[in-house]
């Protein structure tokens, strides 16, 4: 499995999803300067990491959403290979079309960063798969406009389609509105296209891979991607 | 032009006049405006500083650059520094906040390091009041606006709230990097024939003589000082640190200088005089944002994200593509000579013609008068008052005031974990954070008490201090030095002088005893109104190195039958509690005299009890004493405990008299044998066994610990 994590000016998950990434998936993995047209050769797995990408001016992800790099990442999503967004990667994705809706200001109107419950929702996604389906893991957020929109018409197609792969829940599972820390629709932490190879969410799986840092929640992502592709092969 | 105009008094326009043995000119008198005043030149404090005690084994630059650094070993150091920016947060608190925090990172990364984790130490007005509860909001907001974006995690911080910051409330930012050896900058290595460059944003008028206005009184005018407040791009930021880190991986740059106060000026003149070069600096070439600025608002201006690079000739190019890589301006605008002549240039005429070392070095010391304040003595008189009847609702109280009390709402606004290293962030008496490199963590604990420096300017630095360094020595942090932020009022009135001598006598007397260098520090002067002045507020970070996860130990970590002791003394002092405040609303009262020998003492057996994993919990005994100790440990771990003592003391002094080394450790039935051996011969109680639902102190409190949750988290 070939990983490439690309860092827009303003990136600043970076070099934590790159360590993430060499320490629980087996491979090449590697950073690409957005200003560059070509993904590595045979990579399989693109990551837009979080943080303020071009200071989040005019609105977070709308520039990066046109950076050189992104014609790129369209066509290697469009191949069927596997794209995630992680926080700021999330709203690159949206304000590049390549997921639906729109990531808005938290209901607070304040930046929020802390622990979250989150419910696996699907495991049919190759984000997923080595959860279990409503595992309840524990994601850190830190964001300032993480309240996922979308009209309520498509939002039935994107459950009825099986898009919607993480959820804001309590300790124990439970959908609530407590629990639902920016606003966003229907508890929607995370969501796929119709294809299921474009993840995009708000919470950090990278912040939750290394016991000293008080959470391994998100290791499985890293594997569920990893053993996908072992299994699949390249697309 | 008068003296007066740039703020320059008599004597020192005389003395300058003498340096240069002619009259300076318009340009030159207004450089000396700036870098003579009190935030500049530290002209009314340098002579206290030398009281300090700057180096010691783990010290590798002490006093005098942008930062001190501490060895981490393995090559690596850290680099670490606090700065107010009060006036400007006063002001416009969102912008003054945030470039406080922008400008104490480049400060670091001005070192060659890189920003690894922020701290803020707040010190706000009543909450009740519109006015500071407005300031706090946007003082927090600024803080995170800005450290969010640039991506280095606020890891913790300390807020306190008085109504002597109403108006002037304070913002000390912290921050500390780590620095491969190898790669550490000086401003001692620019050598004749390299080129000066300026990197960042352009220069416009913003923050103009922002120096100078931070030297003298805030009154209702100041509201019309905004443009003297700089504003800040946290994107260029964060381009600024990411370039400056690759230019050093690369090693293009000879030295590297911040532009923070009187930006141009000060940043080069620094370099000149310290390397013993001259430098020739073409004004005009400076990239601008603004028409027609004179030379002198170019050198004065403080527009934010602008770094000074000193470059050999042939690495320009490197330089300039590498910058232009993070679409960054960078411009040649200078040469280093070595005549040491500092000279400024507009369209090839002189300016301006000095010698480097007059311009930051030389501002004549103020001895100002200093008198002891006549109502020192009432300040340490205990108001009367009756021993509580209600005490579960006293403990519910001091939980939930306003300094003691849950303070998500500003550490929630902060990323606290970004860059993945953050072991433990806010909301603790110590923030961990790992270090890669050197394969080890690092402790931060800041600290402040303006009561007790309020009360007995002495002890209560002595205090501020110590409190620091028994945190650290608590969590199992060896000290590796510490930065302090003396904020304090006008320094022309004797008494307020008074208590500033005193504090830092105070602090330097605790850190020398201690073996804490301080290797870093800042003085805010004149945070005051016509209606009142802040007390007297000296804030200190101490960090320490942390060898391994399995010799630190944290706070709110009991388990159930684990055996609860107390270390220190059965009670400490009334005088600057929070119980004395709650009860009188006045903080008047006694406090402890400084006991150097029982302070090591008692730093020394905690280090051993982490070393030998001895307590799964440890808290320090800090605001609220003991009682609130007890219900912070209990409220995190859900377990509840009977404390059954007959103590030969009042219950009240008991559970929250305050000062000195007291902690509160957990210890396993098992380690109780090698946890009393280590405190043998130290004072110490056990408290009870953890169990059951309830925080019960006899003849005390009896509350269930769902209950003090429940409060705690409204």
């Not at chain 1, 990408?53 to 005019?58: A, I, K, Q, T, V």
């Not at chain 2, 509201?223 to 400056?244: A, N």
């Not at chain 2, 000074?308 to 960054?328: Q, T």
Request: charge should be negative; aromatic fraction near 8%.
């Amino acid at each position: 499995m070939r990983s490439a994590v690309v860092i827009f000016p303003g990136s600043n998950c970076d070099q934590d999803v790159l360590r993430a990434l060499r320490e629980h998936t087996r491979g090449v993995v590697e950073p690409v300067w957005h200003a560059n047209e070509n993904l590595p050769k045979d990579t399989d797995l693109v990551v837009l990491p979080g943080g303020f990408s071009y200071g989040d001016y005019l609105r977070p992800g709308a520039m990066a959403a046109r950076s050189p790099i992104m014609k790129a990442v369209k066509e290697h999503a469009a191949r069927g290979r596997y794209v995630l967004g992680i926080c700021n990667g999330f709203q690159v994705l949206t304000e590049a079309h390549l997921l639906p809706g729109a990531l808005l200001p938290n209901k607070s109107l304040s930046f929020i960063c802390r622990p979250c419950h989150v419910r696996v929702e699907t495991t049919g996604s190759p984000f997923t798969s080595r959860y279990s389906r409503h595992k309840v893991l524990q994601f850190p957020i830190a964001h300032h406009e993480g309240l996922y929109f979308l009209p309520d018409k498509e939002l039935e197609e994107l459950e009825k389609n099986g898009q919607i792969i993480f959820r804001y829940v309590d300790s124990r599972g439970a959908l609530s509105e407590e629990s639902n820390p920016n606003g966003s629709k229907d508890n929607i932490a995370g969501i796929a296209n119709a294809e299921r190879n474009v993840l995009g969410l708000m919470p950090h799986p990278e912040r939750a891979s290394d016991p000293a840092l008080g959470g391994i929640d998100g290791i499985g992502m890293w594997h569920s991607i990893q053993s996908w592709i072992e299994e699949k092969g390249r697309k | 032009m008068d003296y007066s105009a740039v703020g320059l008094s008599r004597e020192e326009y005389d003395s300058l006049v003498d340096l240069l043995r002619r009259e300076p000119n318009e340009t030159e008198l207004r450089l000396f405006g700036v870098m003579w005043s009190e935030h500049c030149s530290y002209k009314s404090t340098r002579p206290l500083l030398k009281q300090f005690l700057t180096s010691g084994p783990t010290v590798l630059q002490g006093p005098g650059e942008n930062a001190g650094v501490v060895d981490l070993g393995k090559g690596w150091g850290l680099a670490f520094k606090v700065e107010s920016h009060n006036h400007p947060s006063a002001v416009e608190p969102y912008q003054g906040a945030a470039t406080g925090v922008g400008g104490i990172i480049r400060d670091i990364l001005a070192m060659g390091a890189r920003p690894t984790a922020s701290m803020d130490g707040l010190f706000l007005g009543d909450p009740k009041n519109l006015k500071s509860h407005a300031l706090a909001q946007g003082i927090v907001k600024g803080v995170g606006g800005y450290g969010n974006s640039v991506g280095v995690p606020t890891v913790g911080g300390k807020t306190f709230y008085h109504e002597s910051y109403n108006k002037n409330p304070l913002v000390n930012a912290f921050c500390a990097g780590i620095v491969k050896l190898d790669n550490l900058v000086s401003s001692q290595t620019a050598k004749p024939g390299q080129k000066v460059l300026l990197l960042g944003a352009k220069t416009g008028r913003d923050g103009i003589a922002g120096a100078a206005f931070a030297s003298v009184e805030l009154n209702e005018d100041t509201r019309q000082s905004r443009p003297q407040v700089q504003i800040g791009d946290p994107f260029t930021e964060k381009r600024l640190i990411e370039c400056c880190l690759e230019l050093l991986e690369e090693k293009l740059v000879a030295s590297m200088q911040d532009m923070g106060a009187a930006g141009v000026l000060s940043s080069s003149s620094e370099v000149a005089s310290k390397s013993g070069v001259g430098m020739v600096l073409d004004l005009d070439k400076v990239p601008q944002r603004e028409t027609n600025m004179q030379g002198w608002e170019i050198a004065l201006s403080e527009s934010q994200e602008r770094m000074l690079l000193v470059v050999e000739p042939s690495k320009i190019h490197a330089v300039i593509r590498v910058a232009e890589k993070w679409d960054l301006d960078c411009t040649e605008f200078g040469i280093v000579t070595e005549e040491e002549e500092y000279v400024l240039r507009e369209k090839g005429v002189v300016t301006a013609s000095l010698p480097p070392a007059l311009i930051g070095g030389n501002a004549p010391v103020i001895h100002w008068a200093s008198r002891e304040p006549e109502d020192l003595k009432s300040r340490s008189a205990l108001p009367s008052f009756t021993p509580p009847e209600k005490w579960n609702e006293l403990l519910l109280s001091l939980l939930t005031s306003p300094s003691l009390g849950k303070k998500n709402w500003i550490w929630e606004q902060y990323d606290s974990m970004v860059q993945t290293n953050t072991v433990e962030g806010p909301g603790q008496s110590v923030s961990v954070t790992r270090v890669l490199p050197s394969e080890n963590y690092v402790a931060f604990s800041m600290e402040a008490d303006p009561w007790k420096c309020f009360i007995s300017p002495y002890q209560g630095g002595a205090e501020t201090v110590a409190k620091a360094l028994r945190s650290l020595a608590v969590a199992g942090a060896s000290p590796l030095g510490l930065t302090d932020c003396l904020n304090f009022p006008s320094p022309e009135k004797s008494t307020q002088f008074w208590e500033l001598q005193q504090c830092v006598a105070g602090m330097a007397e605790c850190s020398k005893a201690l073996e804490c260098p301080v290797v870093s520090g800042n003085v805010s002067l004149y945070n005051e109104y016509p209606e009142g002045r802040i007390l007297p507020t000296p804030l200190v970070v101490a960090a320490g190195m942390i060898p391994s996860l399995d010799t630190y130990i944290p706070s709110g970590k009991w388990q159930e039958n684990d055996r609860i002791f107390l270390v220190g003394e059965l009670e400490a002092a009334f005088g600057g509690s929070h119980y004395i405040y709650n009860r009188t609303g006045s903080f008047y009262g006694p406090l402890l005299p400084f006991d150097p020998e029982k302070e090591k003492d008692f730093l020394r057996r905690a280090l051993e009890t982490a070393a030998q994993g001895a307590a799964n919990s440890g808290r320090p005994l800090a605001g609220g004493g003991l009682g609130v100790a007890l219900a912070k440990e209990t409220m995190a771990c859900g377990f509840g405990l009977h404390v059954a003592i007959t103590a030969p003391v009042r219950l009240d002094s008991f559970y929250f008299s305050e000062g000195g080394p007291r902690a509160l450790y957990a210890v396993s039935p098992e380690k109780v044998e090698e946890f009393l051996d280590i405190w043998e011969k130290f004072p110490l109680i056990e408290l009870g066994t953890v169990r059951g639902t309830h925080l019960h102190g006899m003849g005390a409190f009896n509350i269930s610990v769902i209950d003090l949750q429940k409060a705690w988290e409204e």
